[in-house]
């Protein structure tokens, strides 16, 4: 009896101090270098990218939430249109580039969609869940990552786009990261 009590109570403290653990403060880093194809024709390099407030949505065809969040970032993208904006889907296990294409159609999507590649997709940090949305800063870096689609998730993007999009640019005389193309396989 005394070692169930003592099982329960450790189950409980553990419960307790995981739900009260805050998430490391998230990391400020540069947003990987890329060349990947754009599902409508040609490529997308990061490096066209520079100087505008980026929002790279980790998708798949098959994940309902990320569906759901379509026509959010549809109006996001008329929202922000005019500005150093750009919005790109970035899809992940969708099938080829076909497929990709087709569903891309069919879903309404209005602004660039890439296909993924697993060394890109390893140099943003491996996406663990769908979808996964990277914002990112004039500057190339990476500002802000969220994972999954939470209440809210849109309409607080909005407020971190227009913050980011406040701060002056200047070009970086920093190297440029190295760019995994997908061009060249």
């Known amino acids: 009896m005394q ?22 403060p998230a990391r400020i880093v540069p947003m990987p270098a890329f060349d990947l ?51 790109i889907g970035y899809a992940v296990e969708s099938g080829d580039l076909d497929d990709v294409r087709k569903s891309a159609g069919e879903l309404g999507i209005r602004y660039p969609v890439v296909m993924g590649t697993d060394e890109v997709t390893e140099a943003f940090g491996n996406a663990r869940g769908l979808p996964t949305t990277f914002l990112v800063g004039k500057d190339g870096k990476i500002y802000k990552t969220i994972v999954g689609a939470p209440v809210g998730k849109i309409e607080q993007l909005a407020k971190d786009i227009e913050e980011l999009l406040s701060v002056p640019y200047t070009a970086s005389s920093e190297p440029a990261p190295k760019q995994f193309s997908s061009l060249a396989r």
């Open 3 to 24: 070692k169930i009590v003592l099982i329960a109570g450790l189950a409980i403290v553990v419960v307790i101090f995981a739900r009260n653990t805050s998430p490391p």
């Open 37 to 87: 194809v754009n599902v409508n024709g040609g490529s997308l390099k990061s490096s066209e990218l520079r100087g505008k407030v980026v929002v790279v949505d980790f998708w798949a065809s098959w994940c309902e939430p990320c569906k759901s969040e379509i026509p959010k970032y549809n109006k996001l993208v008329e929202s922000m249109a005019g500005k150093d904006f750009q919005m």
